[in-house]
């Protein structure tokens, strides 16, 4: 992709891939909005959506009427390097979307399990359901925090609940999670990934019938997209 001013400059792929997510998103809202008093985004945290963060900031809508919250966090101090609240506020809660009102899935309780329960009762209150969801994928196949190695993941896959705690061996840090079924709740889902062992991973969970191998699978519902650069 190249656009022109008054040199020509090549779009990097995966600068071009947040460019058309957000402009999607952003579509999404406004047409709910239309109809509906707020409209509720959930999103994804790591280092791949940062590019599509700073784009998503910069377009034009009644940020104010749309609530903002993670897919999944990570049980630590929003100044916590690792904190995926701290990453939001930074990249996406600023410029045009400056008064969107963010809602962070961590409180002071000291673990998540006793943490739970209050944020279960602050997500209830949003705009259900969803506008869009914005799901990550990691290479083992995970999404959100439901990973295949957790023992919390047959509950994420099946509870009622919008939010659990969550953790596995494979990551360091314990977790808090939407469910499958709040996720799900939702108009629009999205797939953001990048890199082509991410695409062969969700090619093979495409064709699972397992996702307690690939979570990601449990996803695999219409409406679903897949935006994803090498």
Partial sequence: MKTTDSTEQTVEPRQALAESLAEAVAAALREDLEHQSRATLIVSGGSTPVPFFKELSQKRLEWSRVDVTLADERWVDEAHDDSNTRLVRTHLIANEAATALFHPLVNDADTPEAGVDALEQQVGELHWPA?????GMG???HTASLFPDSPELEHGLTTTQ???AAHAPSVTQARISFSRQALLDSRRRY???TGMDKRRVFSTAFSSDDARELPIRAFMTEPLSLYWAP
């Fill in 131 to 135: 506008s869009v969801v914005i799901l």
């Fill in 139 to 141: 290479g083992d196949g």
């Fill in 162 to 164: 919008r939010l659990l």
């Fill in 191 to 193: 797939v953001h990934v």
